[in-house]
């Protein structure tokens, strides 16, 4: 996890992953793509809605779209996305900085998620 390249650059470096391991299978490439940038378009469209911002590890569908492919885990880490647990369940989680009390961090968490959705 401590690898993985984080921003816009390392955002990129996982698409052309994902694009690698799919490149056989161009179903699974589209959907694996247009599912990351639904859950990027819905976060930037509402950064303060939490379940926006979390994705369970182990949910069926993340596995099956995004999460079975090369890539697709480590870009969500790439654009900030953390492991944590909710109700002790395992998932990715973007942490919105306070706003109030952190400005410039807040501003850099919101652009590297504006940065993600225009990179898919």
């Known amino acids: 996890?401590?690898?993985?390249?984080?921003g816009p650059e390392g955002v990129k470096l996982q698409l052309q992953n994902i694009k690698e391991a799919t490149k056989d299978d161009p179903e699974a490439q589209r959907t694996a793509i247009t599912s990351?940038?639904?859950?990027f378009k819905q976060i930037?469209?509402?950064p303060e809605e939490t379940n926006f911002r979390r994705i369970r590890r182990d949910h069926e569908k993340f596995t099956e779209d995004i999460g079975r492919h090369h890539g697709g885990v480590e870009l969500l880490l790439a654009a900030g996305f953390e492991l944590g647990a909710i109700d002790e369940v395992p998932c990715y989680i973007s942490k919105e900085p306070n706003l109030e009390q952190d400005m410039d961090g807040w501003s850099a968490w919101f652009d590297l998620l504006k940065a993600t959705l225009e990179i898919l």
């Open 44 to 46: 930037n469209a509402h």
């Open 36 to 39: 990351l940038h639904t859950i």
């Open 1 to 6: 996890v401590d690898s993985i390249r984080k």
